[in-house]
C-alpha cells in the first residue's frame, strides 16, 4: 500500500503564495510521475500540474507562470508552490502519484484565496 499526506493548505489573500507538500510512504518501491490536481466546488477535478520521474513538468494553462510543481525523489514528496493566487485558485488540491502503474491519491488539502 502507498499512503500519501498532503500538506500546507490554508487561508491566503488575493495575490500571495502558498507551498503544498505530499509525502508518500509506504510500498513505494518503482515510483513514477507525480501531480496535483483539484477540485473547486461544484466542478470536476482538474490536472494542475505533474513532474514525471526525470523532472519533466506540465501544467494546465491557468497556472503556467504562477505555479511550479517539483520533487525531492530522496523523500518521496512532491512540492507545489502556488504564487500569485486568485478567487479562482480556491480549491480542495490533491497529490497523485503512480507506483507501477497504480495511481494512489491523498485525501486533500483546502486552499482558500480570499480577502
Known amino acids: 500500500q502507498v499512503q500519501l499526506v498532503e500538506s500546507g493548505g490554508g487561508l491566503v489573500q488575493p495575490g500571495g503564495s502558498l507551498r503544498l507538500s505530499c509525502a508518500a510512504s509506504?510500498?513505494?518501491?518503482?515510483?513514477?510521475?507525480m501531480a496535483w490536481y483539484r477540485q473547486a466546488p461544484g466542478k470536476q477535478r482538474e490536472l494542475v500540474a505533474t513532474?514525471?520521474?526525470?523532472?519533466?513538468?506540465n501544467y494546465a494553462d491557468s497556472v503556467k507562470g504562477r505555479f511550479a510543481i517539483s520533487r525531492d525523489n530522496a523523500k518521496n514528496t512532491v512540492y507545489l508552490q502556488m504564487n500569485s493566487l486568485n478567487p479562482e485558485d480556491t480549491a480542495v488540491y490533491y497529490c497523485?502519484?503512480?507506483?507501477?502503474?497504480?495511481?494512489?491519491w491523498g485525501k486533500g488539502t483546502l486552499v482558500t484565496v480570499a480577502s
Open positions: 497523485n502519484v503512480v507506483v507501477r502503474l497504480v495511481y494512489y
Open positions: 509506504g510500498s513505494i518501491f518503482g515510483i513514477g510521475a
Open positions: 513532474i514525471t520521474s526525470g523532472g519533466s513538468t
